[in-house]
């Protein structure tokens, strides 16, 4: 069982940066992939980024290659978000998740096993 919370989400203006944290319970972390997606109202949840359990892998959507990085810290058990160079289109409710078995369909929120609460990010024009 692994239970995820997320922080970090707030209001920025567009070209800021902001800081996601997903901080995991459980003694089993380091073994499970994980991935941060996010959704906007009216909209389903799309994929932003994924790490592998080693950490030796990660994946973004083209949306946010570039400007975001997808790290983890298993001593803390936490998985980080750095997204810089903001736009309005970036504002959603921000979710981590946890994935037991690697998949190539990673990006597909049915791949992932738990996940947090969100956290909303909002980006100003």
């Known amino acids: 069982q692994v239970q995820l919370v997320e922080s970090g989400g707030g209001l920025v203006q567009a070209g800021g940066s902001l800081r996601l944290s997903c901080a995991a319970s459980?003694?089993?972390?380091?073994?499970?992939?994980m991935g941060w997606f996010r959704q906007a109202p009216g909209k389903e949840r799309e994929f932003v980024a994924a790490i592998t359990w080693s950490g030796g892998s990660t994946y973004y959507a083209d949306s946010v290659k570039g400007r975001f990085t997808i790290s983890r810290d298993s001593a803390k058990n936490t998985v980080y978000l750095q997204m810089n160079s903001l736009k309005p289109e970036d504002t959603a409710v921000y979710y981590c998740?946890?994935?037991?078995?690697?998949?190539?369909?990673?990006?597909?929120?049915?791949?992932?096993?738990?996940w947090g609460q969100g956290t909303q990010v909002t980006v100003s024009s």
């Open positions: 459980g003694r089993t972390f380091r073994n499970y992939n």
């Open positions: 998740a946890a994935m037991r078995y690697y998949s190539d369909t990673y990006s597909q929120p049915r791949e992932y096993n738990y």
